[in-house]
T-cell receptor, first 113, second 110 residues
Framework: ETGVTQTPRHLVMGMTNKKSLKCEQH?????MYWYKQSAKKPLELMFV???????ENNSVPSRFSPECPNSSHLFLHLHTLQPEDSALYLC????????????FGSGTRLTVV | GIQVEQSPPDLILQEGANSTLRCNFS?????LQWFHQNPWGQLINLFY???GTKQNGRLSATTVATERYSLLYISSSQTTDSGVYFC????????????FGKGTLLTVNP
């Protein structure tokens, strides 16, 4: 385990479904992130939470809804997704001012059918 | 925003060969990391190296912050080194914005 755990590892959902991705960090970090990795594209930052407050929303469609109930947990709620939303969704955490960089989870591979 | 360019985009090696991957960035940074993405998608942190030189086994990295580039060296490559190597930077004063390059796809053949 890397210290950042994501579940599920794989998810197939229909366009009318509602599902949630979960991320948990065991590193005592104070910031958590959602990134999206699509085929042939660089990783894209979606959301940032610092001290449980959202500090960045990178023009993400409203069908993606993040939630950060505490500094260790981060969720990404999904509803009415499109096939082009199929991608690898990666969670990360960091400690601002910590000087150790970001730690990533193993990702959730999402397929929208 | 800050630009991150990695080269080469693809690299094919025979097992045992050495290689150098390069990352150029367009602005001063307070964070630079090298990651290896394995076939299952996980990003493994190789180095946190905003400046200077570090070594970890067969891997080493050097960042020359004043000239805005970083190099990742892989010596005596093994098939398990295959995968995509990403450079990612965070610009000074822009907390929480780690920008990734497009990566170098490394294939090590036995």
């Amino acid at each position: 385990e890397t210290g950042v755990t994501q579940t599920p590892r794989h998810l197939v959902m229909g366009m009318t479904n509602k599902k949630s991705l979960k991320c948990e960090q065991h590193l005592g970090h104070n910031a958590m992130y959602w990134y999206k990795q699509s085929a042939k594209k660089p990783l894209e930052l979606m959301f940032v939470y610092s001290l449980e407050e959202r500090v960045e929303n990178n023009s993400v469609p409203s069908r993606f809804s993040p939630e950060c109930p505490n500094s260790s947990h981060l969720f990404l709620h999904l509803h009415t997704l499109q096939p082009e939303d199929s991608a690898l969704y990666l969670c990360a955490s960091s400690q601002s001012g910590g000087g150790y960089g970001y730690t990533f989870g193993s990702g959730t591979r999402l397929t929208v059918v | 925003g800050i630009q991150v360019e990695q080269s080469p985009p693809d690299l094919i090696l025979q097992e045992g060969a050495n290689s150098t991957l390069r990352c150029n960035f367009s602005d001063s940074v307070n964070n630079l990391q090298w990651f290896h993405q394995n076939p299952w998608g996980q990003l493994i942190n190789l180095f946190y190296i905003p400046s200077g030189t570090k070594q970890n086994g067969r891997l080493s990295a050097t960042t020359v912050a004043t000239e805005r580039y970083s190099l990742l060296y892989i010596s005596s490559s093994q098939t398990t080194d295959s995968g995509v190597y990403f450079c990612a930077v965070e610009r000074g004063g822009s907390n929480y914005k780690l920008t990734f390059g497009k990566g170098t796809l490394l294939t090590v053949n036995p």
